[in-house]
C-alpha cells in the first residue's frame, strides 16, 4: 500500500501542473481513502469506469478527463451526482490531470502517441504539437492504414497535400486547431483526435493531410504509462481499463 500523499505528490514532481493554465481542475477531485493499494487508470471518468472500479476494489480512480471543467452547470445532480455519490459511497478517490499529462516528454499522450504509432525523432514543434518522422515514406493511404490498425480506429482523412507523407505533426484529443502549426512548419501530416467544419478548408487549401484518429483513440496512452510507473515507485497494483468511445 502506499499513502494517498505520497502518490499525489509524486505525480506532481512528475507532471508540474502548476505550469499550466487549464480548464478543470489538476491533482485529486474527490478524496476517498488515505491508503492505496489498487490504482484503476482510464481516459474519461465515465459511470461505466467507476462501476469497473468498484468491481476491482479499487481505491484510486486516474484519469485525464476528470471533473468539474471551466462553464459547465456547478450544480451537483443527475449524472454528475450519481457518479460522485458512487464515489464517496465506496471511498475512492478520483484524481484527473489534463494539459499536464498531454504535455509530459515521458508519460504525455503525445510523447506515447509516437511510440504507438512508431514515428521517430519526436520531438515538441510549438505549444502543445509535436513532430517527428516516419520510419519510411508512405502514401496517405497507406498512412491511413497504419493509423487504423496502431489505434484500432479507422481515421478519417482530409486534405490534398503531398503525394507522400515523411514528417507528421500531432495533438491528441480535441486539437484539430492546432493544424497551422503543422503547416508554419512545412509539415507532411498532422494528426489529432476529431476534426471541426473549418478543418478540412484548411487542410484542402493549405495543402497538408489530416487525420482525425480519434479523441478517445489518441488519448488512451499518456494515463496507462503514468500509472504503470506509479506502480513501479509505489509496489501498488495498476490496471487500465478501456471504456471505449467512438469520439
Not at 493554465?21 to 461505466?48: F, H
Not at 509530459?104 to 512508431?118: C, F, K, M, S, T
Not at 487525420?211 to 504509462?225: D, L, M, N, P, S
Amino acid at each position: 500500500m502506499a499513502n494517498r500523499i505520497d502518490i499525489l505528490s509524486k505525480i506532481n514532481e512528475w507532471l508540474e501542473p502548476e505550469n499550466f493554465q487549464d480548464y478543470a481542475p489538476n491533482g485529486l477531485q474527490v478524496e476517498g481513502k488515505e491508503e492505496v493499494n489498487t490504482i484503476i487508470t482510464g481516459v474519461t471518468a465515465s459511470q461505466a469506469l467507476i462501476d469497473e472500479a468498484i468491481k476491482q476494489n479499487a481505491d484510486m480512480i486516474l484519469v485525464h478527463h476528470g471533473y468539474f471543467w471551466k462553464g459547465e452547470d456547478q450544480c451537483i445532480r443527475g449524472m454528475k451526482k450519481n457518479r460522485i455519490k458512487q464515489l464517496l459511497e465506496n471511498d475512492i478517490n478520483l484524481v484527473a490531470y489534463h494539459l499536464p499529462l498531454d504535455d509530459h516528454p515521458e508519460y504525455g499522450n503525445n510523447r506515447q502517441l509516437a511510440d504507438v504509432l512508431g514515428i521517430q525523432n519526436p520531438k515538441p514543434l510549438g505549444g502543445l504539437v509535436w513532430q517527428g518522422k516516419l520510419k519510411e515514406p508512405m502514401s496517405p493511404e497507406k498512412f491511413g492504414l497504419h493509423l487504423a490498425r496502431a489505434l484500432h480506429r479507422n481515421p478519417l482523412h482530409v486534405g490534398e497535400g503531398r503525394d507522400t507523407i515523411k514528417t507528421v505533426a500531432w495533438c491528441t484529443g480535441a486539437a484539430q486547431g492546432f493544424i497551422n502549426t503543422a503547416i508554419e512548419a512545412g509539415i507532411d501530416a498532422f494528426i489529432s483526435g476529431e476534426i471541426s467544419e473549418p478543418t478540412t478548408h484548411t487542410a484542402r487549401e493549405c495543402g497538408i493531410h489530416y487525420f482525425a484518429a480519434g479523441h478517445h483513440a489518441t488519448e488512451r496512452y499518456g494515463v496507462q504509462a503514468l500509472g504503470k510507473a506509479l506502480a513501479d515507485e509505489f509496489g501498488v497494483n495498476h490496471q487500465f481499463i478501456d471504456c471505449d468511445n467512438p469520439v
